[in-house]
């Protein structure tokens, strides 16, 4: 069974920086687009940012310049960066990756459970 876990959130300051990750685990055969979304108080989900299997990058405007997502491909694992952080950054963040598991051999989208960031200001 593939599972996607996050970790790294906290509680920070504006200003500060914090780094969640993101590790797919399971009988897995390849992990394609994996992507960070994040959940705000009664506002929709919406998307963060993006990374291929190949290492191109997308973000949303709001965190272009500040915000980094990498990913190591040998630990299926993916990481945001996230740099002058600001109170709006206050979400639950969540990763989706398109997976290939060996149960299926036929490619799904999988969530996380999510982690808290907190930006106080």
């Known amino acids: 069974q593939v599972q996607l876990v996050e970790s790294g959130g906290g509680l920070v300051q504006a200003g500060g920086s914090l780094r969640v990750s993101c590790a797919a685990s399971g009988s897995i055969v390849s992990v394609y687009t994996m992507a960070w979304y994040r959940q705000a108080p009664e506002k929709q989900r919406e998307l963060v940012a993006t990374?291929?299997?190949?290492?191109?990058?997308n973000y949303a405007d709001s965190v272009k310049g500040r915000f980094t997502i990498s990913r190591d491909n040998a630990k299926n694992t993916m990481y945001l960066q996230m740099n002058s952080l600001k109170p709006e950054d206050t979400a639950v963040y969540y990763c989706?990756?398109?997976?290939?598991?060996?149960?299926?051999?036929?490619?799904?989208?999988?969530w996380g459970q999510g982690t808290q960031v907190t930006v106080s200001s």
């Open positions: 989706n990756a398109a997976i290939v598991p060996r149960s299926t051999w036929g490619l799904s989208h999988y």
């Open positions: 990374i291929t299997s190949d290492y191109n990058t």
